[in-house]
């Protein structure tokens, strides 16, 4: 029997990719963003891979930790900051950089006795509305900071629509970023992967990408290789059984496919409970013995059900990919309804990580 679901980890394209980041970047420095447990490709073997980066960003102070545990010596960010004094103690003592994007911040660090020399990166909201200050607060903001010891502050801000190409939202953006920063001479950081490799001309002395890391195109009308990218991580299992399922028989829970003609289907052993979306319907494409197949009926927990009627090379063992080379994870997202952020991300604990 060979082996079920694990997700194989190709480094050589993950340095690929930064190449590749670098070049396009041009004399920008790359901060590679590896929050969510690198996206699902495993924190600390991606960062070990990724050592040509400039720095690291993670969403919390548990993976910064985690990072400085596996001595990794670079830059690290904590993109939202820190909610705590002890987690500002913590932070300071690994010498984690910090976003400040909230006055409560600025009060730990006011609050902070002896605290040391940080890099304190300022978020300016210029209009996803999420994180940041406002740019009719920031100059309050950036005079607190500045009366604080001398942290070595930069500049940020993230941009809500640059996966649309033409949403004029981005410019939006782009000009309220210059009116806010006008005169400062801060390092400055804007372009996450599709600022990056959009058209805008986003600019910045730091870029942040995540996706793009991972071989997958945030654009829908553009695929990863279109951007010169190669994908990252294989979701493989095999074929467990082969079924024949006569005419008018139906397959699954719900009976939700049926046999038209005298049918193979193949049962492969992955499911939602190794991350799969249930959303996945009849008809997403599985690559079975390297040849896309339909998915037919409901994905189970631990099983799909494919249809290879007509194939004589599929028997159990067969390998079974649900996204790599030739089947790419940005177009199983859209089977999903979904980004292939949120598929990358959910791949589960229960599958194995393996580098090749
Ligand atoms: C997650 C994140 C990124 C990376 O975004 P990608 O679209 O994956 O490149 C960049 N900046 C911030 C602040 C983030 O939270």
């Not at 820190?82 to 400040?100: C, I, K, M, P, T």
């Not at 996966?163 to 970023?177: A, G, V």
């Amino acid at each position: 029997m060979s082996r079920l679901i694990r997700a194989v980890i190709d480094t050589q394209a993950l340095r690929h990719n930064l190449s590749t980041i670098r070049a396009r970047a041009g004399s920008a420095r790359v901060m590679a963003v590896v929050k969510a447990n690198a996206y699902g490709h495993g924190l600390v073997p991606t960062a070990l891979a990724l050592a040509g980066a400039d720095a690291f960003g993670v969403a919390r102070l548990e993976e910064g930790l985690a990072l400085r545990a596996a001595g990794i010596k670079a830059p690290i960010m904590l993109l939202e900051g820190v909610f705590s004094a002890d987690q500002l103690g913590e932070a300071a003592r690994h010498n984690l950089e910090l976003a400040v994007h909230d006055p409560f911040q600025i009060e730990l660090l006011e609050n902070f006795p002896r605290l040391k020399r940080l890099v304190l990166w300022i978020k300016i909201d210029t209009g996803m509305n999420r994180l940041g200050f406002a740019p009719t607060e920031f100059a309050l903001a950036l005079t607190r900071l500045r009366a604080l010891a001398a942290h070595e502050i930069r500049l940020l801000t993230h941009l809500a629509c640059a996966d649309e190409r033409t949403n004029p939202m981005t410019q939006m953006q782009l000009t309220r970023w210059r009116e806010a920063t006008r005169g400062l001479s801060y390092p400055t950081s804007i372009a996450n992967s599709p600022g990056l490799f959009g058209d805008a001309q986003v600019g910045g002395d730091w870029v942040r990408p995540g996706l793009a890391l991972y071989g997958a195109s945030p654009f829908a009308d553009r695929l990863a290789s279109d951007l010169g990218l190669r994908p990252v991580m294989t979701l493989t299992t095999s074929v467990i059984a082969v079924r024949r399922v006569p005419p008018g028989e139906r397959v699954g829970y719900g009976g939700a496919w049926v046999a038209e003609r005298d049918s193979s289907i193949a049962i492969v052993a992955s499911g939602y409970g190794d991350g799969l979306p249930r959303s996945f319907g009849n008809g997403t494409p599985v690559l079975v013995g390297g040849v896309r197949a339909p998915l037919a009926g409901t994905v189970s927990m631990d099983m799909i059900a494919v249809d290879v009627t007509g194939r004589t090379d599929v028997r159990v063992g067969t390998e079974a990919v649900l996204w790599g080379p030739g089947l790419p994870v940005e177009e199983m997202a859209r089977h999903a309804g979904t980004i292939p952020y949120e598929l990358l991300c959910s791949v589960s604990q229960r599958v194995p990580l393996e580098p090749r």
